[in-house]
Protein backbone atom coordinates (compact mmCIF):
# COMPACT_ATOMS: atom_id res chain seq x y z
CA UNK A 1 0.00 0.00 0.00
CA UNK A 2 1.19 3.91 -0.97
CA UNK A 3 -0.06 6.54 0.61
CA UNK A 4 0.26 9.66 -1.65
CA UNK A 5 -0.53 13.28 -0.38
CA UNK A 6 -0.30 16.25 -2.81
CA UNK A 7 0.54 19.82 -1.39
CA UNK A 8 1.51 23.09 -3.10
CA UNK A 9 -1.27 24.21 -5.39
CA UNK A 10 -2.43 27.25 -5.39
CA UNK A 11 -3.23 30.51 -7.41
CA UNK A 12 -0.51 32.15 -9.79
CA UNK A 13 -0.05 34.92 -12.55
CA UNK A 14 0.64 33.40 -16.02
CA UNK A 15 4.48 33.10 -16.38
CA UNK A 16 4.83 32.54 -12.71
CA UNK A 17 6.69 29.34 -11.12
CA UNK A 18 4.94 27.03 -8.96
CA UNK A 19 6.36 23.72 -7.19
CA UNK A 20 3.86 20.99 -6.27
CA UNK A 21 5.16 17.77 -3.77
CA UNK A 22 3.86 14.60 -3.20
CA UNK A 23 4.71 13.34 -0.19
CA UNK A 24 4.48 9.04 -0.40
CA UNK A 25 3.90 6.91 2.66
CA UNK A 26 4.87 3.54 2.65
CA UNK A 27 6.99 0.95 0.90
CA UNK A 28 10.60 2.18 -0.61
CA UNK A 29 9.73 4.58 -3.16
CA UNK A 30 12.40 3.78 -5.63
CA UNK A 31 10.13 0.53 -6.41
CA UNK A 32 7.36 2.61 -8.08
CA UNK A 33 7.22 4.71 -11.13
CA UNK A 34 5.53 8.02 -9.91
CA UNK A 35 3.74 10.43 -12.35
CA UNK A 36 1.61 13.38 -12.67
CA UNK A 37 -1.70 13.83 -14.40
CA UNK A 38 -3.95 16.64 -14.17
CA UNK A 39 -7.69 17.40 -15.11
CA UNK A 40 -9.47 20.32 -16.02
CA UNK A 41 -13.44 21.07 -15.53
CA UNK A 42 -15.32 19.52 -17.84
CA UNK A 43 -12.15 17.72 -19.57
CA UNK A 44 -10.74 14.20 -19.06
CA UNK A 45 -7.47 13.37 -17.00
CA UNK A 46 -4.53 13.97 -18.97
CA UNK A 47 -0.74 12.75 -18.54
CA UNK A 48 1.77 15.44 -17.24
CA UNK A 49 5.17 13.64 -16.55
CA UNK A 50 6.70 10.63 -15.53
CA UNK A 51 10.26 9.65 -14.04
CA UNK A 52 11.22 5.99 -13.36
CA UNK A 53 11.88 4.44 -9.88
CA UNK A 54 15.53 5.74 -10.10
CA UNK A 55 14.66 8.87 -11.39
CA UNK A 56 16.87 8.40 -14.12
CA UNK A 57 14.42 8.44 -16.65
CA UNK A 58 11.56 11.11 -17.65
CA UNK A 59 8.60 11.92 -20.31
CA UNK A 60 6.47 14.66 -20.64
CA UNK A 61 3.31 15.51 -22.33
CA UNK A 62 4.44 18.19 -25.06
CA UNK A 63 2.23 20.39 -23.80
CA UNK A 64 4.73 21.15 -21.24
CA UNK A 65 8.02 20.23 -22.26
CA UNK A 66 10.37 22.23 -21.21
CA UNK A 67 8.64 24.53 -18.72
CA UNK A 68 8.20 21.40 -16.07
CA UNK A 69 10.40 19.56 -14.37
CA UNK A 70 9.12 16.45 -12.68
CA UNK A 71 11.85 15.07 -10.07
CA UNK A 72 12.23 12.97 -6.81
CA UNK A 73 14.00 12.47 -3.37
CA UNK A 74 13.45 8.70 -2.31
CA UNK A 75 15.13 8.81 0.51
CA UNK A 76 12.74 11.41 1.33
CA UNK A 77 9.92 9.56 -0.07
CA UNK A 78 8.85 12.65 -2.01
CA UNK A 79 7.76 13.29 -5.80
CA UNK A 80 8.23 17.24 -7.05
CA UNK A 81 6.94 18.80 -9.92
CA UNK A 82 8.32 22.34 -10.50
CA UNK A 83 6.04 24.45 -12.70
CA UNK A 84 7.56 27.42 -14.47
CA UNK A 85 6.48 30.16 -17.55
CA UNK A 86 2.63 28.83 -16.53
CA UNK A 87 -0.14 29.31 -18.51
CA UNK A 88 -4.27 29.85 -18.24
CA UNK A 89 -4.23 26.59 -19.84
CA UNK A 90 -2.38 25.17 -17.34
CA UNK A 91 -4.77 25.61 -14.79
CA UNK A 92 -6.43 21.76 -13.56
CA UNK A 93 -6.37 19.66 -10.26
CA UNK A 94 -3.20 18.15 -9.96
CA UNK A 95 -2.86 14.47 -9.28
CA UNK A 96 0.38 12.41 -8.03
CA UNK A 97 0.00 8.68 -8.97
CA UNK A 98 2.51 5.68 -8.37
CA UNK A 99 2.68 1.83 -9.90
CA UNK A 100 5.28 -0.72 -8.88
CA UNK A 101 7.69 -0.68 -11.84
CA UNK A 102 11.40 -1.39 -11.23
CA UNK A 103 14.51 -0.53 -13.31
CA UNK A 104 13.26 2.49 -15.75
CA UNK A 105 9.96 1.99 -16.74
CA UNK A 106 7.91 4.79 -17.24
CA UNK A 107 4.02 5.38 -17.21
CA UNK A 108 2.13 7.68 -19.29
CA UNK A 109 -1.50 5.97 -19.33
CA UNK A 110 -3.59 6.72 -16.00
CA UNK A 111 -5.09 3.34 -16.33
CA UNK A 112 -2.03 1.72 -15.67
CA UNK A 113 -1.11 3.04 -12.09
CA UNK A 114 -2.45 1.67 -9.00
CA UNK A 115 -1.87 4.67 -6.05
CA UNK A 116 -3.46 8.03 -6.35
CA UNK A 117 -3.38 11.69 -3.99
CA UNK A 118 -6.44 13.27 -3.20
CA UNK A 119 -4.85 15.80 -5.98
CA UNK A 120 -4.31 19.58 -5.78
CA UNK A 121 -5.99 22.89 -7.55
CA UNK A 122 -4.08 24.95 -9.51
CA UNK A 123 -5.02 28.00 -11.08
CA UNK A 124 -3.18 30.11 -13.45
CA UNK A 125 -4.40 33.79 -13.71
CA UNK A 126 -3.67 35.43 -17.12
Known amino acids: QVLLVESGGGLVQAGGSLRLTCAASGRTLGDYTMGWFRQAPGKEREFVATISGAGRSTKYANSVKGRFTISRDNAKKTLYLQMDSVKPEDTALYYC???WGPGQSLRLNSQEYTYWGQGTQVTVSS
Open 97 to 99: AAV
